[in-house]
């Protein structure tokens, strides 16, 4: 089989997206490869079809339980001979995935990168055993000092091409600038590889950033708006998460805490019933990963700042997975950044603690930007953006422009008659007045104190981030970084130059809408709660039976059989034969109370067709397609050999112009096919009416054609 036809059949899909055949072919080559696409743009799918189409065991790197039983239950629901090795399982579980193993059972394996340690050497030995194809290494950021996410377990893989020479690697993130993706190569040693960056654009997240006084109102305000969506709200600390779990629930918001303080039951009870569309709403730590691959959460909300942009992409990249519109609200307090440049710091290593307080300080450069965002992190990313992407709050929202000449004259006058020496937070209390032990005595003495009195802290903290990042002042480097002037400020100071600045009226973004017309809603809560069904009495996540794109799809094409239904976004074979039937009575019930017709029926109204083309046939004979031609001279009594004789064509080629007025009803199965063989091709197509021609011809036997099957097939669905 080839790519697409792997790609359809197993997953539903009708092509592939960018840059994934691509990936696919190098690495079924044999060749080593580093993919970086964005969340949800369909990584797994670069290692999964390989591993199908070649005749061995994948291996597959992951650093997350909750996420290997995600991809696995996935494709085991899909038809793929998949399963996981790791801590959570039972000493029985992990053996008979061994033997699985050793009687080559699996095309996927799934482990955690601890059994790669080095001193642990019975997982590698184990491996050698088996007929391994290629390794795919996934999160692959978390093996550089240079990523937002630095795990040691992960160095030990770059033993794995000294291990296994000759098998190919892929690694895998979403997340890496141009140094970590150099680093992640490097690490794991990866010879010649293919590469392949996608875009880190996720057009259809909305994001957009508050400074609010009161978080918990504006976020009642937002979730009011959500319309009982699925989200994740994440919060800095454990406390935070059950605290403000509980003040929704108060609310009437259905919502759960999430955090690595909760015992192993509890936090596997929660994450399941947010996964199976139990819980709408889950609260989490930003420090604990939740390895979440839930297609259809619909918005992420950070009551903190993320600790650096990498960790702010991947978490709202949980948003939207399927494409679908989805908003990140992020409340921006700027305590945050003191209390997050406390754990920036790691002790005994300078270089990566001045590493992770730029990374921090560019997360608060985005907080506070005030230039489109989605530009400011696809060019964080080193990624060309257009200046305004028209869905995020800079582009949506409403400004006014205010003269700020003396403000920044005081502000730049404080800087200079202190030295340079300070940071933000001496100069403001300066600037206000303080009196405060840290402004001295000879500080107090300076005519300039207290000039700035008439501004509220938090007001003189914007303005700095302002003048900061227009280029009036620069932050030096280092940890505990002072105000600089630059040339822009000594050009105020001494030539009067006036400084306008562009201000954004606090206004709250209206709700991201979907094409909800598109689609009947009854239908569309009718098909959810079958999926919700189904996914309870197979103890599997709701997304696994069908994505919301798929539901979408069904409730847009209304389809009536098996045919129609191959034509929805997500159903492939395995998908079909297992919840076709289902979904198909759920909707031909529900069209027969409503009096619906299928959209993807691509001959609706046959009578008047056929009527119109035999008005055709006989008024205008030299202006007709050559399918017609062959159908006009079958009418008369020709066969395929014939008519293929006197038109110079192949027989294939006359027999497939026949098959479209079989198709349309105009011709009969009889008229094609000998009356003896149809009842035994019935039957066997009847079994399974999904299979390829080529199974059905195997079962039949050489005595019947390929184009007889076909017309019989073809017959099944004009019944």
């Known amino acids: 089989m080839k790519p697409n036809q792997i790609l359809k059949q197993y997953f539903g899909y009708d092509a592939f997206r960018k840059h994934q055949l691509e990936a696919i072919e190098a690495f079924i080559s044999g060749r080593d490869v580093f993919v970086l696409m964005p969340t949800g743009g369909g990584k797994s799918l670069c290692y999964q079809i390989p591993a199908l189409l070649r005749d061995g065991l994948t291996v597959v790197v992951s650093p997350l339980i909750a996420l290997m039983k995600d991809q696995v239950d996935a494709l085991r629901a899909n038809g793929v001979a998949a399963a996981f090795l790791n801590s959570s399982m039972n000493p029985d579980e992990q053996d008979e995935i061994v033997r699985q193993v050793e009687r080559g059972e699996l095309k996927l394996l799934y482990a955690a990168p601890e059994r790669f340690n080095s001193r642990n050497g019975s997982f590698l030995t184990f491996l050698k055993k088996a007929k391994i194809t290629g390794f795919a290494v996934d999160e692959a950021h978390c093996i550089s000092h240079w990523g937002h996410d630095f795990r040691p377990d992960y160095m030990e893989l770059a033993q794995l091409k000294a291990v296994f020479p000759n098998i190919p690697v892929m690694s895998l993130t979403a997340s890496a600038d141009k140094a970590t993706q150099a680093d992640i190569i490097d690490k794991l040693r990866l010879r010649n590889p293919a590469i392949f960056v996608s875009s880190f654009d996720r057009k259809n997240i909305r994001y957009e950033v508050r400074n609010s ?43 759960i805490a999430y955090h690595a303080g909760l015992d192993n039951l509890t936090r596997a009870k929660h994450q399941d019933l947010f996964l199976k569309d139990k819980v709408p709403i889950v609260v989490a730590t930003i420090a604990f990963g939740m390895g ?50 406390y754990f920036a710091r790691i002790e005994g290593n300078e270089q990566q603690s001045e590493i992770m307080l730029n990374k921090l300080y560019q997360m608060a450069d985005f907080c506070q930007t005030m230039e489109c965002r989605r530009k400011f ?44 020496q300070f940071g933000a937070n001496i100069v403001i209390d300066f600037l206000r007045g303080s009196k405060s032990k840290k402004i001295t005595t000879w500080m107090r003495n300076i005519k300039t104190y207290g000039v700035g009195a008439d501004l509220s802290r938090k007001e003189w903290q914007q303005w700095f981030d302002y003048l900061i990042r227009e280029e009036y002042i620069i932050r030096s480097s280092g940890s505990l970084p002072t105000l600089q002037l630059t040339p822009k400020a000594w ?36 098909l959810r709660e079958q999926r919700r069904l189904i996914a309870e009495k197979e103890n599997i996540s709701a997304y696994i039976v069908l994505s919301d794109v798929s539901l979408f799809d069904l409730a847009r094409k209304i389809p009536q059989d098996m045919r129609e239904l191959s ?96 198709k349309t009803g105009h011709i009969k199965v009889e008229q094609m096919v000998d009356k003896k063989k149809i009842k035994p091709i019935w039957n066997v197509i009847k079994k399974n009416p999904d299979a390829y021609l080529k199974e059905f011809k195997e079962e039949l036997g050489d005595s019947f054609t390929y184009d007889e099957i076909k017309a019989v097939k073809m017959g099944l669905f004009t019944k």
């Open 491 to 526: 050009d105020v100071l001494k030539n009067g130059k006036k400084v306008l600045a562009r201000v954004k009226k606090v206004e709250p973004m209206k709700h991201v809408e979907r094409k909800d017309d598109l689609f009947d809603k009854k239908l569309l809560e009718l």
């Open 377 to 420: 992190m696809l060019n964080y990313f080193d990624e060309a953006a257009p200046d305004e992407c028209g869905n995020c709050d800079i582009c949506l929202g409403n400004y006014t422009t205010e003269d700020i000449t003396i403000i920044t004259q005081k502000a730049c006058s404080a800087i200079y008659r202190l030295n340079e």
């Open 292 to 341: 979440i691959d839930k297609p259809n959460v619909r918005f992420v909300v950070h009551m903190n700042m993320p600790k650096n942009i990498e960790s702010y992409y991947q978490e709202t990249g949980r948003a939207g997975r399927d494409g679908l519109p989805s908003t990140a609200l992020l409340f921006f307090n700027r305590g945050d950044i003191s209390t997050l440049s």
């Open 567 to 662: 034509m929805v976004t997500g159903f492939g074979r395995m998908k079909r034969a297992k919840y076709g039937n289902v979904f198909l009575d759920v909707i031909k019930d529900y069209c027969a109370n409503k009096g619906l017709k299928s959209v993807t029926n691509p001959f609706p109204d046959r009578k008047r067709k056929s009527k119109r083309r035999r008005k055709d046939f006989s008024n205008r004979f030299d202006s007709t397609s050559s399918k017609e031609i062959s159908y006009m001279m079958f009418k008369k009594g020709q066969n395929v050999e014939t008519i293929a004789k006197q038109r110079s064509l192949h027989p294939g080629t006359v027999y497939g112009h026949l098959m479209e007025y079989v």
């Open 213 to 255: 006084e009161n978080e918990f109102e504006e976020l009642l305000g937002f979730l009011e708006q959500q319309n009982g969506d699925s989200g994740i709200i994440y919060t800095l600390k454990r406390n935070d998460t059950e605290t403000l779990a509980e003040e929704l629930s108060k609310a009437g918001y259905n919502a």
